[in-house]
């Protein structure tokens, strides 16, 4: 049975068309016969991929509530599980830019990846359909599917094709923390689906339902409310990451394959996870920690901008600078307010284009000179110019300069924050001055400074197919600073609906 509050789709299935594509393709790259030609492959079905997700957002109604283009079918019929499928305002538009972000890493991982490139590119294609999955599953269960499997492929990107020595320890780092993250995740799920059991005086497993709009709908005592908001902020700080949950992403920044580092930084899919389930699921117990939510926000915004300022290696200064601007991002979701959700979610959006295109240029000036640490990138300009412009830009947005995609979501998040938590809101202005010192002191002594490393002069500039995509990441952080209404207005009904279950203060 599916609740009214999907708009089941009629015509073809295009989120499990979007979702399943990408292993379909994963299987074809094992029958071709060179393996040489996986790259090729791979990225014609990231482009057919792309495409769907345009026909998604044609037929996407941005001022309808509730969930569009649902896919309903029974998969585990005696625990009431289904494969559900559908997209709100809230996750509409992850679907282009986590497609964009994939073409990306394909494109900067084009020369780069020589061993086992059929491989390389099979596990990139079956991690995009999971992290698809994980925006489009309306199933508790189905979503902690798709969660977990998400691991498999990057544990196996990171320790195989990493940089670093201690690239095997880092993956292994990254898959604990992650798979001890899902434990009280899954426990969360579970005690919803019991507590709904309970709510319609039905036994289990009969009475167990896993569906969301259920779940929103089954009263939950407030001490079951606690427990079930205590269980899901600890599951989705340990992916966002907050503090202190944080300690695998510098190691995997630093060791890990630097298009992979792009996914994990551009790609907040814990920070996803407590606008789409922690408030709607247990609102009463968010109103009553919210100075929990503001207060991890808040030291990883000030931690992560003072580490960034200590760092002499550009992938850790990058880590540790996407931390401070997800405990933005946390700061804003604990206002509770229609500007702080809605920047928020701007924020989210601006991961994949900013951070994740950072990292993309990042991996670009890798090849090029073989290292990231600041003594060796003297001068860079010189003999790159376009990478180096198009690094400030990105850098710019980062800052939330204005006429960037960056101003609109941090303004959204500091107006909400100041007037709902002040001293929060004034600490991270503070941490804007210092997003700012630590970018610019970087970029100058690394692109603008004397050269120090001879390879440096010899360096090739963006090659046409990376200054392709280069271009587009950069039109579209243009054009949603400039215009920041268009996001506005497709993410308002879901900020709203999220709004609308937290009762207010008081």
């Not at 790259?29 to 030609?37: A, H, I, S, Y």
């Not at 992403?249 to 899919?269: D, H, Q, W, Y």
């Not at 200054?467 to 990441?473: A, F, H, P």
């Amino acid at each position: 049975m599916v609740s009214d509050y999907y708009s089941l789709s009629t015509g073809f299935p295009l989120l499990s068309a979007l979702i399943f594509t990408l292993p379909l393709g994963a299987a074809c790259l094992w029958l071709l016969p060179d393996e040489k030609q996986a790259r090729q492959l791979a990225l014609t079905v990231g482009l057919l991929d792309l495409i769907l997700v345009l026909a998604v957002l044609m037929q996407f109604d941005s001022g309808q509530a509730g969930f569009q283009l649902v896919e309903s079918a029974v998969w585990i019929p005696t625990l009431n599980v289904h494969y559900l499928l559908g997209v709100d305002g809230l996750s509409v538009l992850f679907l282009p830019l986590t497609g964009l972000l994939f073409i990306g890493v394909m494109l900067t991982s084009w020369n780069s990846t020589r061993t086992m490139p059929r491989l390389y590119y099979t596990l990139l294609l079956l991690l995009q359909g999971f992290t698809l999955g994980i925006f489009c599953a309306l199933d508790t269960v189905l979503f902690f599917f798709f969660w977990e499997l998400s691991l498999l492929p990057l544990y196996f990107l990171i320790s195989l094709w990493g940089l670093g020595p201690n690239r095997r320890y880092a993956a292994m780092k990254y898959t604990l923390f992650m798979l001890a993250g899902g434990v009280p995740l899954l426990f969360g799920i579970i005690l919803l689906a019991f507590n709904h059991a309970q709510a319609v005086a039905i036994t289990v497993p009969a009475g167990l339902s896993f569906d969301y709009h259920t779940l929103l709908t089954t009263p939950l005592a407030a001490e079951t409310q606690t427990l079930v908001f205590l269980l899901l902020l600890l599951g989705f700080a340990v992916k966002t990451p907050l503090f202190p949950f944080h300690t695998w992403l510098p190691l995997v920044a630093l060791e890990g394959p630097t298009p992979i580092v792009a996914l994990l930084t551009g790609l907040k899919l814990g920070a996803y996870g407590l606008l789409r389930f922690v408030l709607p699921l247990a609102p009463e117990a968010a109103r009553e920690f919210h100075w929990l939510l503001a207060g991890l926000g808040v030291i990883g915004i000030l931690y992560g901008a003072v580490l960034a300022l200590a760092q002499s290696n550009l992938r850790k200064m990058l880590a540790f600078a996407s931390m401070s601007h997800v405990g933005l991002v946390a700061l804003g979701i604990a206002s509770f307010s229609l500007q702080g959700v809605q920047g928020a979610i701007f924020q989210l959006l601006n991961f994949t284009l900013v951070a994740g295109g950072i990292f993309l240029l990042t991996g670009f000036l890798q090849q090029r000179t073989g290292s990231n640490e600041l003594i060796s990138l003297g001068g860079a300009a010189r003999s790159m110019p376009l990478l180096a412009a198009f690094f400030l830009l990105f850098g710019l947005a980062a800052m939330g300069v204005p006429g960037t995609s960056g101003f609109p979501a941090e303004f959204l998040i500091l107006v909400s924050a100041i007037t709902t938590h002040t001293g929060a809101g004034l600490a991270a202005l503070f941490a804007l001055v210092l997003s700012a010192a630590y970018f610019l002191s970087f970029y100058g002594k690394a692109f603008l400074g004397p050269v120090t490393n001879p390879v440096i002069n010899d360096a090739m500039d963006l090659r046409p197919r990376e200054l392709i995509l280069v271009t587009l990441l950069a039109l579209l952080i243009l054009i949603a600073g400039i215009y920041p209404q268009g996001v506005l207005d497709l993410t308002r009904v879901a900020a709203e609906t999220v709004i609308a279950r937290i009762p207010e203060p008081g």
